[in-house]
T-cell receptor, first 113, second 112 residues
Framework: DAGVTQSPTHLIKTRGQHVTLRCSPISGHKSVSWYQQVLGQGPQFIFQYYEKEERGRGNFPDRFSARQFPNYSSELNVNALLLGDSALYLC????????????FGPGTRLTVL | DAKTTQPPSMDCAEGRAANLPCNHSTISGNEYVYWYRQIHSQGPQYIIHGLKNNETNEMASLIITEDRKSSTLILPHATLRDTAVYYCIVSNSGGSNYKLTFGKGTLLTVNP
């Protein structure tokens, strides 16, 4: 079975631009979470979606937004990019909302110049 | 969220058991202990989780103390490919979101 997939794998943007990252969960999984990992740190929680509704939000500015589609795939959008947004963005899926095991994708490496 | 404490780094000889400790003294009764690992620049990989009983799967064993204040992840026969950062996480079992709160983890280096 295919695991969590993310696209693109790498992305280079300049300050002030907008970016959209995409995630497809494991087949049958209905919950998707997004994490940001800057160099040298552990992943930090951004959002969690279940059944197309936002169920959790981490301590990130409103420039960050996300949504989940009827097929349970998800997009993470970041507006007005800053240099500090350079990071590995990780998507994780789980079967249900709650303390189900989360399985991570390979991530999207975003570089903001 | 319950906080975890892990040593920043450990070394292990190839073929030997790697025992990675984790302290989680503020864990609540219904919170699980999860272990993930992350090989350089890849997404975290789920290893194992448990509530209060010891658990074993094809990757590792998890030993949780009776008072649940600490646990140990055991890789029975470490290989060079087990070199990674290992994260011990206590799940957030209450409230409205079920995020994983990652610390800095333990960098395990398996030496030939």
């Amino acid at each position: 079975d295919a695991g969590v997939t993310q696209s693109p794998t790498h992305l280079i943007k300049t300050r002030g631009q907008h970016v959209t990252l995409r995630c497809s969960p494991i087949s049958g999984h209905k919950s998707v979470s997004w994490y940001q990992q800057v160099l040298g740190q552990g992943p930090q929680f951004i959002f969690q979606y279940y059944e197309k509704e936002e169920r959790g939000r981490g301590n990130f500015p409103d420039r960050f937004s996300a949504r989940q589609f009827p097929n349970y795939s998800s997009e993470l959008n970041v507006n007005a990019l800053l240099l500090g947004d350079s990071a590995l963005y990780l998507c994780a899926s789980s079967l249900r909302w709650g303390t189900d095991t989360q399985y991570f994708g390979p991530g999207t490496r975003l570089t903001v110049l | 969220d319950a906080k975890t404490t892990q040593p920043p780094s450990m070394d292990c000889a190839e073929g030997r058991a790697a025992n990675l400790p984790c302290n989680h003294s503020t864990i609540s009764g219904n919170e699980y202990v999860y272990w993930y690992r992350q090989i350089h620049s890849q997404g975290p990989q789920y290893i194992i989780h448990g509530l209060k009983n010891n658990e074993t799967n094809e990757m590792a064993s998890l030993i949780i103390t009776e008072d649940r204040k600490s646990s140990t992840l055991i890789l029975p026969h470490a290989t060079l490919r087990d070199t990674a950062v290992y994260y011990c996480i206590v799940s957030n079992s209450g409230g409205s979101n079920y995020k994983l709160t990652f610390g800095k983890g333990t960098l395990l280096t398996v030496n030939p």
